[in-house]
């Protein structure tokens, strides 16, 4: 069974940064994709980042340039290095780990960025 905890949330103020973190502590699995999504309130949920096994990456363009995600294989462990926030990076952010088609959600971690 998959157990996402996300940590790393928080409030920042505008141009700062963070760094989320989501790691899987139920049974080990070597995840094919692991990313992650954020929902601003009444906004649809969006791809953010994700990372794939063979280490590629893909951004969404809103982030690309202020943000890196990574991971570690043998933890299961996925990070977001966010920088240079702004008010409209504010959401819940969920973290996303697909194995052999089947995914699996973080329960959220909130990012609140103050102007």
């Known amino acids: 069974q998959v157990q996402l905890v996300e940590s790393g949330g928080g409030l920042v103020q505008a141009g700062g940064s963070l760094r989320l973190s989501c790691t899987n502590s139920?049974?080990?699995?070597?995840?094919?994709?692991m990313g992650w999504y954020r929902q601003a309130p009444e906004k649809q949920r969006e791809l953010v980042a994700a990372?794939?096994?063979?280490?590629?990456?893909k951004y969404a363009d809103s982030v690309k340039g202020r943000f890196i995600i990574s991971r570690e294989l043998r933890k299961s462990t996925v990070y977001l290095q966010m920088n240079s926030l702004s008010p409209e990076d504010t959401a819940v952010y969920f973290c996303?780990?697909?194995?052999?088609?089947?995914?699996?959600w973080g329960q959220g971690t909130q990012v609140t960025v103050a102007s």
């Open positions: 990372i794939y096994a063979n280490g590629s990456t």
């Open positions: 139920g049974r080990a699995f070597s995840f094919g994709v």
């Open positions: 996303y780990a697909g194995f052999r088609g089947v995914g699996s």
